[in-house]
């Protein structure tokens, strides 16, 4: 008797297991094992082009009093806050207008089209705003004819913010929508019913309501922004140097992959504090 | 004649062909405690809901101080709800949550301030004010809904089942506590229940709906005594009823037949009836007694126990008679003891003529 429950509990205990094996294999294999060689390479020295493991601090104290890398960072930043910015805004009256305005099946649709961008590769969608915004590109000619003349729009600040806006945008819209829709309408109701008029329910109730799905989509287009190699490099022509621009140009000039892995070390824990602090800031009362 | 606080006059809702509140016509004076009581579906939150402006009225009329205010968007009603869920803002602090509705009147922050703190303390709240809604207890939840509405010092209160989620005792509690607000404030009290001790200990005034209609609105004591529809009697529970015709009436007795036999009744309540007639003759399960076995009494029915439940001190005994009509009867602990009954046992029930209560179909 007692030995059939303990058989029982115990094919339990491994029922569970199996279950929750990958995740500890999948964080230390892809996750905390290149981490702790990212911080450990970062200590490595570069002989005659040839890494060589060391302990010194070198890279960090040439990487981190750098003018270069201090611009970088700032541009990085202020291109990722912008983009992240920007996605939020353009998103936000898609995602009312998702959650509040369209039956549940035009939802379905619409929300299974935010999707689809994903079935073509980022890249290949750049290559193709590459076309629209150069120099006698499509964008160019349509502005001359309704009689704006500008230069060629590449390797401008518009020209970063149309890049990472279509890199995030689906994104931000679907979190903002899930955000909006799992909000409690009576909550809304309420709002009503204590005298608040539907000019005022948006920004006494439901924004603030819908805060966190909001600050966590703004948080993802950071995110990715901040990383982002593609647009940098082929809608800023590299006139724009980036963090991520940086790593590369720091890998391919000597092989300093060391004081590239400081680089990286220096964004991952930027983006940790950034993630944190939106959270924080997602679930504060105000 | 005073004009009635608030006036309901054939209202009426309809989704498509599905009726959710048929022709209703009340008149709520000033200053009550009115419950809505129903099972679920009956169309009391509706009812509600169409008072605070949340639903559209199919026709009819609602009237607020004899202003028509069908019209009026939600917003400019002044009628706040307790909702059942609370709808608290979970965004805000206790004190937002108060303010809120005074910052959408457009009262100054100073103002708003010391108004929501004089209702925070006169709750209970007052060191709880800059906590989040996340940090109270389901007590104090519900004193941050009271008090978010009577801020705004209305004349009227919407409650919507406002204590469903509360565990018993503290839903006892409160039912106290609701109870003194309004006879304090002086205001109307709409609330919408379906639990017959929160309505019954509370109300001034009982509203039964059934189907959409009213059933029978009075005082407790009124529908407790004197159910209007069979339906009242069977919602209350507790109570047995016999269908009947009525056969004789005289010498200041009456006679109805039932499947269940012969039974003389009270005549006094019995003007309009006429021989032939069907009426339900209802009787309360404290006025009910049991007996071993016939021959004691005027009213009696031979029955089989078919259960019993412990409600405290007292038993309700679950019995049915040859014809299958379920009696109710409810003793003292005690005497149950000394009958010494078990399930199938034989017993007669009987009641005196006087306390049966006669329904006119």
């Known amino acids: 008797m007692t030995s059939l429950l303990q058989a029982r509990r115990l094919s339990r ?198 805060r966190p799905g909001i600050v966590l989509g703004a948080l993802f287009a950071f995110i990715f922004s901040f990383g982002d190699f593609v647009t940098a490099t082929y809608l800023g022509g590299g006139k724009f140097t980036t963090l991520s621009i940086l790593i590369a140009d720091t890998v391919k000039s000597g092989q300093q992959w060391p004081r590239a892995a400081v680089v990286a070390l220096m964004m991952i824990a930027t983006l940790l504090l950034t993630a944190l602090a939106s959270i924080a800031y997602a679930y504060r009362r105000t | 004649m005073s004009q009635a606080h608030i006036s309901l006059k054939n209202l009426r809702k309809t989704y498509g062909p599905a009726v959710a509140v048929e022709n209703l016509n009340l008149d709520i004076e000033e200053g009550k405690f009115i419950a809505i009581m129903g099972p679920s579906g009956c169309g009391k939150s509706t009812m509600l809901r ?30 706040p709800m307790v909702w059942q869920s609370l709808a608290l803002f979970p965004f805000l602090t206790v004190r937002e949550n108060v303010e809120f509705g005074l910052r959408m009147n457009g009262v100054g922050a100073a103002e708003r301030k010391h108004r929501a703190q004089v209702w925070l303390k006169k709750l209970g709240l007052g060191e709880y004010a800059d906590r989040g809604i996340d ?76 189907k959409g209609r009213i059933e029978q609105a009075g005082s407790p004591e009124d529908i407790y005594l004197r159910p209007a529809t069979p339906f009242v009697a069977e919602f209350l529970g507790g109570s047995s009823i016999f269908g009947c015709t009525v056969r004789t009436r005289k010498n200041g007795e009456l006679v109805l037949e039932s499947a269940d036999g012969t039974f003389k009744c009270d005549a006094a309540q019995s003007s309009g009836l006429t021989p032939g007639q069907n009426v339900s003759l209802v009787v309360r399960a404290d006025q009910i007694s049991i007996t071993p076995a016939a021959g004691w009494a005027d009213n009696e029915v031979s029955c089989r126990v078919i259960g019993e439940e412990f409600v405290g001190a007292l038993v309700n005994l679950r019995l049915e008679t040859g014809a299958g009509t379920q009696i109710t009867v409810q003793l003292q602990q005690r005497d149950m003891q000394s009958l010494d009954l078990e399930t199938g046992a034989g017993v007669t029930a009987s009641w005196h003529p006087e306390d049966g209560h006669i329904i006119a179909e």
């Open chain 1, 13 to 210: 205990a491994a029922y569970g297991a199996m279950w929750s094996l990958p995740l500890p294999v999948w964080l230390a294999g892809f996750f905390l094992g290149p981490m702790v060689l990212l911080i450990w390479l970062s200590f490595w020295d570069v002989k005659n082009f040839l890494l060589t493991p060391d302990f010194q601090l070198e890279n960090w104290q040439k990487i981190l009093t750098a003018g270069y890398f201090w611009s970088a960072y700032a541009r990085t930043a202020a291109i990722a806050a912008s983009a992240a910015a920007l996605a939020t805004l353009v998103a936000l009256p898609c995602a009312l207008a998702i959650s509040f305005f369209l039956s549940p099946r035009a939802r379905m649709v619409l929300l299974g089209l935010f999707v689809v961008p994903f079935f073509t590769s980022y890249l290949v969608r750049i290559y193709s705003w590459q076309i629209y915004l150069t120099e006698n590109g499509i964008v160019m000619k349509l502005m001359a004819a309704i009689g704006i003349e500008t230069g060629s729009l590449l390797n401008t600040p518009l020209a970063l913010m149309i890049g990472l806006v279509t890199l995030t945008l689906p994104l931000v819209i679907v979190i903002q929508s899930i955000s909006l829709l799992s909000l409690d309408r009576t909550l809304i109701d309420a709002a009503y019913n204590l005298g608040c008029g539907p000019r005022r329910v948006l920004f006494a109730t439901v924004l603030p309501a819908a």
């Open chain 2, 135 to 210: 940090q109270l207890s389901g007590g104090q939840r519900q004193r941050v809904a009271l008090a978010r509405c009577l801020v705004t010092e209305p004349s009227v209160l919407l409650l919507d089942e406002p204590l469903s989620a509360l565990d018993a005792h503290l839903s006892v509690q409160m039912q106290g506590e609701l109870k003194r607000l309004q006879r304090e404030l002086g205001i109307t009290f709409i609330y919408v229940t379906h639990s017959h001790s929160e309505a019954f200990s509370m109300a001034d005034t009982v509203v039964i709906m059934n």
């Open chain 2, 50 to 79: 169409m008072l605070a402006g949340l639903e559209e009225a199919s026709g009819g009329d609602i009237l607020h101080q004899g202003r028509r205010i069908n019209d009026l968007p939600i917003w400019e009603r002044e009628m």
